[in-house]
């Protein structure tokens, strides 16, 4: 789990919504399956929805969508009216990165470039089509899908 945690970060900016003080990797991955859990819980997603996002695969199914959604407002970078937060985001980024120069110009573009784009009203939806965007600017940032801090 702890390979996938930065794709999972920069796919949704949620590593580290809680941390306080320096960065504790193992902390926010505790925390991240705690709210997965809960998330799959709350909208009916099922392991296999897990696997796909874990996998940093395209959601096959509206639950798994729906996952990915509550996740990301329970980190709140989505809002109420399921449009993305690039300030919150921004924070979690600084987070993770532990504020690394280098690191924060990339995680900004990324969330920079994705924050203005075109999404459903559907914020299950939505948060897929954000998710796709994270992906395709973090491989046209050179980020491929091994990468960790």
Same mark, same amino acid.
């Given at each position: 789990?702890?390979?996938?945690?930065?794709?999972?970060?920069?796919?949704?900016?949620?590593?580290?919504?809680?941390?306080?003080?320096?960065?504790?990797?193992?902390?926010?991955?505790?925390?991240?399956?705690?709210?997965?859990?809960?998330?799959?819980? =709350?909208?009916?997603?099922?392991? *296999?929805? +897990?696997?796909?996002?874990?996998?940093?695969?395209? &959601?096959?199914?509206?639950? @798994? %969508?729906?996952?990915?959604?509550?996740?990301?407002?329970?980190?709140?970078?989505?809002?109420?009216?399921?449009?993305?937060?690039?300030?919150?985001?921004?924070?979690?980024?600084?987070?993770?990165?532990?504020?690394?120069?280098?690191?924060?110009?990339?995680?900004? =573009?990324?969330?920079?470039?994705? *924050?203005? +784009?075109?999404?459903?009203?559907?914020?299950?939806? &939505?948060?897929?089509?954000? @998710? %796709?965007?994270?992906?395709?600017?973090?491989?046209?940032?050179?980020?491929?899908?091994?990468?960790?801090?």
């Amino acid at each position: 789990m702890a390979k996938h945690l930065l794709t999972l970060t920069v796919m949704c900016v949620v590593g580290a919504v809680i941390v306080r003080g320096e960065f504790d990797k193992n902390e926010a991955i505790a925390k991240f399956i705690s709210k997965a859990e809960q998330c799959k819980t =709350e909208v009916g997603a099922t392991d *296999a929805d +897990i696997g796909e996002m874990v996998g940093r695969k395209p &959601a096959s199914t509206m639950e @798994g %969508k729906c996952m990915r959604a509550c996740l990301m407002k329970k980190f709140e970078v989505m809002d109420d009216s399921g449009k993305f937060v690039a300030d919150v985001a921004l924070k979690h980024a600084e987070k993770v990165t532990e504020g690394a120069a280098n690191k924060m110009q990339v995680a900004s =573009e990324i969330i920079n470039a994705c *924050a203005g +784009i075109e999404v459903s009203s559907d914020h299950c939806q &939505a948060a897929e089509d954000y @998710g %796709k965007c994270f992906k395709h600017e973090a491989n046209a940032h050179g980020i491929d899908e091994n990468y960790q801090f």
